[in-house]
């Protein structure tokens, strides 16, 4: 795995691991849906993650969670543009795009985005070769079903090589229509279409995934994942347990970690790299 990675007009320095800030510009995120929708809120929100450690701002106008209402183009690309467009220009920070949508992925790259984050692994229709178009790092991430119907009964049999095989699969699609394996990163996908015993064993067996010798992102902050580990904590009451994970997560071979809680998880991360780095 090369230690740099070229996004767009910048280089993403992983020989150490680095954080990725989640802003979400939709109504109906989990977490944070609604307190960033206008342009200025999103701005600070993402100064404020600049400056407690983010080296990513992950833009995302199109909620994925459980029963997340549906979002047309027009509306995915009102909500993004503006802030990507407002963020490149005041902000030396890589950004990513949270988006499975082709017509997104083009005009976001235009408009100076790094990184393409898709939950979905470009298989929405068009998908993959508007993302092979930018030439942009994609992160391809594991997900059995559809968010709106992700965590109805997920059954695998063995969840971490179904996973290893759905990623295998992804990888050779891109190679297929020219995208570089350089420009690849993978996420396993905690809480998409996964139990708890599920995101545990691949949090525990993360390690394998190193085989594919491909960055590895993880995301788990604030996730129901941890909620339930804590006995039904609500979302703003799960901090020490996503700050666990992303230790774990790192210890494991983790090397980007996705989190609404950036100087909290800079700092954890900081002890694991003066262990293992």
């Known amino acids: 795995m090369s230690a740099m990675l070229r996004c767009g007009d910048k280089l993403l320095d992983l020989s150490s691991p680095v954080i990725m800030g989640v802003l979400n510009v939709t109504p109906d995120s989990f977490s944070d849906g609604g307190r960033y929708l206008h342009v200025d809120a999103a701005l600070r929100q993402a100064e404020l993650m600049l400056r407690e450690g983010a080296v990513i701002i992950d833009i995302g106008a199109e909620s994925t969670r459980p029963n997340a209402n549906f979002v047309s183009e027009q509306q995915e690309l009102d909500r993004l543009l503006p802030v990507i467009e407002r963020i ?3 902000l ?7 988006t499975s949508t082709p017509a997104v992925i083009t005009e976001a790259a235009h408009r100076g985005a790094g990184i393409i984050n898709d939950v979905r692994a470009l298989q929405r229709d068009g998908a993959l070769m508007a993302a ?22 997920p059954h695998y049999v063995s969840v971490v090589d179904e ?23 993978l996420d396993v996908g905690f809480g998409f279409g996964k139990t ?5 064993e691949l949090l525990r067996r993360l390690t394998e995934f190193e085989a594919f010798n491909l960055p590895l992102l993880v995301g788990m902050s604030r996730k129901s ?12 009451e799960r901090l020490y347990a996503g700050i666990a994970a992303a230790t774990i997560a790192v210890m494991n071979g983790a090397n980007i970690v996705r989190t609404h809680d950036v100087r ?12 293992k780095f």
């Open 132 to 153: 092979a178009a930018t030439g942009l790092p994609i992160c391809l991430m594991h997900m059995q079903g559809q968010p709106n119907t992700m965590q109805q009964q």
């Open 196 to 200: 708890l015993s599920h995101n545990l």
């Open 88 to 90: 490149k220009q005041q």
């Open 163 to 185: 996973v290893k095989v759905f990623l295998q699969q992804r990888i050779d699609a891109c190679l297929a229509v020219g995208i570089c394996r350089e420009q690849l990163l």
């Open 264 to 275: 909290a998880t800079k700092d954890a991360i900081a002890v694991v790299s003066a262990m």
């Open 92 to 98: 030396d920070v890589i950004i990513s795009i949270d």
């Open 225 to 236: 994942m941890l909620g339930t580990i804590l006995g039904g904590a609500a979302v703003d």
